[in-house]
């Protein structure tokens, strides 16, 4: 089970990655269609059409595929400010508390994010832009995105549970 989840982290970081390098080429690309316009003049005037949409949504991909391979590695912005200061199993109650609180917070999210992805669905939300993307597909990355950060949030906390002990550290070594 270990490696499963650690694998499903790992592919959805590099999804993440995939996403800003498919913003990096369609904005390049769209730039050198702009300057092919400046140099030969109107008759070269091209454009990707809803290229400023598409990234958009990659955007919005890299972003949300990125929380749970960032939580999992320890890269989110953490303060230790009181946590460092306090008992070993004060601190670990502390930890059970937050990531159950967060974890219901992203259970939460996730659902919500797919009520508004199946409402999208049902009345057939169009996106404004050029090409008319049903607004649902995007929406399906962030409701991924978002289940996965809440199962990678879930996995810590049955991690400390089995470790009776904190497992939060400063150590983003994993």
């Given at each position: 089970?270990?490696?499963?989840?650690?694998?499903?982290?790992?592919?959805?970081?590099?999804?993440?990655?995939?996403?800003?390098?498919?913003?990096?080429?369609?904005?390049?690309?769209?730039?050198?269609?702009?300057?092919?316009?400046?140099?030969?003049?109107?008759?070269?005037?091209?454009?990707?059409?809803?290229?400023?949409?598409?990234?958009?949504?990659?955007?919005?991909?890299?972003?949300?595929?990125?929380?749970?391979?960032?939580?999992?590695?320890?890269?989110?912005?953490?303060?230790?400010?009181?946590?460092?200061?306090?008992?070993?199993?004060?601190?670990?109650?502390?930890?059970?508390?937050?990531?159950?609180?967060?974890?219901?917070?992203?259970?939460?999210?996730?659902?919500?994010?797919?009520?508004?992805?199946?409402?999208?669905?049902?009345?057939?939300?169009?996106?404004?832009?050029?090409?008319?993307?049903?607004?649902?597909i995007p929406?399906?990355?962030m409701?991924?995105?978002?289940?996965?950060?809440?199962?990678a949030?879930?996995?810590?906390?049955?991690?400390?549970?089995?470790?009776?002990?904190p497992?939060?550290?400063?150590?983003?070594?994993?």
């Amino acid at each position: 089970m270990r490696r499963l989840l650690d694998t499903l982290y790992t592919i959805s970081g590099g999804l993440a990655a995939l996403s800003i390098l498919a913003i990096c080429l369609l904005v390049s690309a769209q730039v050198g269609l702009n300057i092919l316009a400046r140099l030969g003049g109107p008759s070269l005037s091209f454009t990707i059409p809803s290229y400023a949409d598409f990234a958009g949504y990659l955007l919005a991909a890299a972003s949300f595929l990125a929380l749970a391979p960032t939580f999992r590695h320890g890269t989110h912005i953490r303060v230790n400010l009181v946590i460092s200061r306090l008992g070993a199993r004060v601190s670990w109650a502390l930890e059970l508390f937050t990531l159950a609180v967060a974890g219901c917070a992203m259970g939460y999210a996730t659902w919500y994010a797919a009520s508004l992805m199946k409402e999208s669905h049902h009345y057939s939300d169009k996106s404004t832009g050029m090409i008319a993307v049903p607004i649902w597909i995007p929406q399906v990355v962030m409701v991924l995105g978002l289940g996965l950060l809440t199962l990678a949030i879930l996995d810590r906390l049955v991690e400390s549970l089995r470790a009776r002990q904190p497992v939060l550290t400063d150590d983003a070594t994993e």
